[in-house]
């Protein structure tokens, strides 16, 4: 069971056997072994003293070395018993940033080595569209009452409606479930925040606050969307005016009928991620229609421009729009 622990394996149950034995090793040891900043080295010089003591007290051959012997392997199991209490500290402090989720079985893995977006059908006719230099794990088939998958990275989810079976996606610190909708989850590893937003349905996400078994949980709708700060270990629901522009840009369908040029600017800057900044406000209340599917950035920049008598720049990481605009309605 032990070595089931350590690698991450053990089932509900077995987690609770050793959970409280854990808890039977009482008060005094439970205190320190709870402090993040331990020293491991302080610690196994400190178990290399202890155990040295008792076979200097054996070897002196006392009139209490029954006695002596008896509490030499008493002390010898409490102290294996606190390194694999260490350690299970250390795995349940971790366990939500590490391996968040359960083992899936059979699993499906799109490595983050992955140099372009990626279309995967998962077995229940739900869609994801992988983001490059993202990861995905799933079950090559959905078993049991729950639907889960790991991400790590970006991906944009159409979930195939089931009641019966939620689906759940685990990235990093938060949880994402969902019975049928679609949604974009931004959650890489270096980040200081992760994101969730959604385009069509309704959506559930959710932290272990503190580490507690309470979650704390947002529901979302279409245009909401939740951003989860690393840092402060808080979750918070915002305005998403424009939720659709992840749909198109995972999709690479880039089709604008009658759409400000705010959003089209916006969803061109998450498809390229390049910061764009109109030196006019007026530009972006311009309203255009076109279709800039499998347009290079270069050419998107100029059918936009030319559309409303604007020109373009690249300057200091960044592309300036320049123009008179349009009045707003």
């Given at each position: 069971?032990?070595?089931?622990?350590?690698?991450g394996?053990?089932?509900?149950?077995?987690?609770?056997?050793?959970?409280?034995?854990?808890?039977?090793?009482?008060e005094?040891?439970?205190?320190?072994?709870?402090?993040?900043?331990?020293?491991?080295?302080?610690?196994?010089?400190?178990?290399?003293?202890?155990?040295?003591?008792?076979?200097?007290?054996?070897?002196?051959?006392?009139?209490?070395?029954?006695?002596?012997?008896?509490?030499f392997?008493?002390?010898?199991?409490a102290?294996?018993?606190?390194?694999?209490?260490?350690?299970?500290?250390?795995?349940?402090?971790?366990?939500?940033?590490?391996?968040?989720?359960?083992?899936?079985?059979?699993?499906?893995?799109?490595?983050?080595?992955?140099?372009?977006?990626?279309?995967?059908?998962?077995?229940?006719?739900?869609?994801?569209?992988?983001?490059?230099?993202?990861?995905?794990?799933?079950?090559?088939k959905?078993?049991?009452?729950?639907?889960?998958?790991?991400?790590?990275?970006e991906?944009?989810?159409?979930v195939?409606?089931?009641?019966?079976?939620?689906?759940?996606?685990?990235?990093?610190?938060?949880?994402?479930?969902?019975?049928?909708?679609?949604f974009?989850?931004?959650?890489?590893?270096?980040?200081?925040?992760?994101?969730?937003?959604?385009?069509?349905?309704k959506?559930?996400?959710?932290?272990?606050?503190?580490?507690t078994?309470?979650?704390?949980?947002?529901?979302?709708?279409?245009?909401?969307?939740?951003?989860?700060?690393?840092?402060?270990?808080?979750?918070?629901?915002?305005?998403?005016?424009?939720?659709?522009?992840?749909?198109m840009?995972?999709?690479?369908?880039?089709?604008?009928?009658?759409?400000?040029?705010?959003?089209?600017?916006?969803?061109?800057?998450?498809?390229?991620?390049?910061?764009?900044?109109?030196?006019?406000?007026?530009?972006?209340?311009?309203?255009?229609?076109?279709?800039?599917?499998?347009?290079?950035?270069?050419?998107?920049?100029?059918?936009?421009?030319?559309?409303?008598?604007?020109?373009?720049?690249?300057?200091?990481?960044?592309?300036?729009?320049?123009?008179?605009?349009?009045?707003?309605?």
């Amino acid at each position: 069971m032990l070595r089931k622990f350590r690698s991450g394996h053990c089932t509900d149950r077995e987690l609770e056997i050793i959970d409280r034995w854990y808890e039977a090793m009482g008060e005094e040891n439970e205190i320190p072994l709870f402090n993040q900043n331990i020293d491991l080295n302080e610690i196994r010089n400190y178990i290399k003293d202890e155990v040295n003591k008792e076979i200097a007290l054996e070897e002196g051959g006392t009139e209490k070395g029954k006695v002596i012997q008896f509490n030499f392997i008493i002390k010898a199991a409490a102290v294996l018993l606190i390194v694999f209490a260490v350690a299970f500290i250390f795995y349940r402090n971790n366990k939500n940033l590490t391996n968040a989720g359960p083992q899936l079985s059979s699993t499906q893995i799109i490595d983050k080595k992955l140099t372009e977006s990626k279309e995967i059908l998962l077995s229940d006719g739900s869609k994801v569209w992988l983001k490059e230099g993202s990861k995905l794990e799933y079950p090559e088939k959905f078993t049991g009452k729950l639907r889960e998958v790991k991400l790590i990275g970006e991906a944009f989810f159409e979930v195939k409606r089931d009641v019966k079976r939620p689906f759940i996606i685990y990235s990093g610190n938060i949880k994402t479930k969902v019975l049928g909708t679609s949604f974009n989850i931004k959650a890489y590893d270096q980040d200081n925040s992760s994101e969730v937003a959604v385009v069509t349905g309704k959506v559930s996400v959710s932290i272990n606050e503190n580490g507690t078994s309470k979650p704390k949980e947002v529901i979302l709708k279409p245009n909401q969307k939740a951003t989860f700060v690393k840092e402060f270990n808080k979750l918070v629901r915002l305005e998403e005016h424009n939720a659709g522009k992840y749909k198109m840009v995972a999709k690479n369908e880039m089709i604008f009928n009658e759409s400000s040029m705010k959003d089209i600017l916006n969803t061109i800057s998450l498809a390229y991620n390049v910061e764009i900044q109109p030196e006019n406000a007026k530009i972006e209340n311009c309203i255009i229609t076109a279709d800039l599917t499998d347009q290079s950035l270069e050419s998107t920049l100029k059918i936009l421009t030319r559309s409303i008598g604007a020109k373009y720049v690249f300057a200091d990481n960044k592309i300036l729009i320049s123009g008179k605009g349009c009045e707003g309605n």
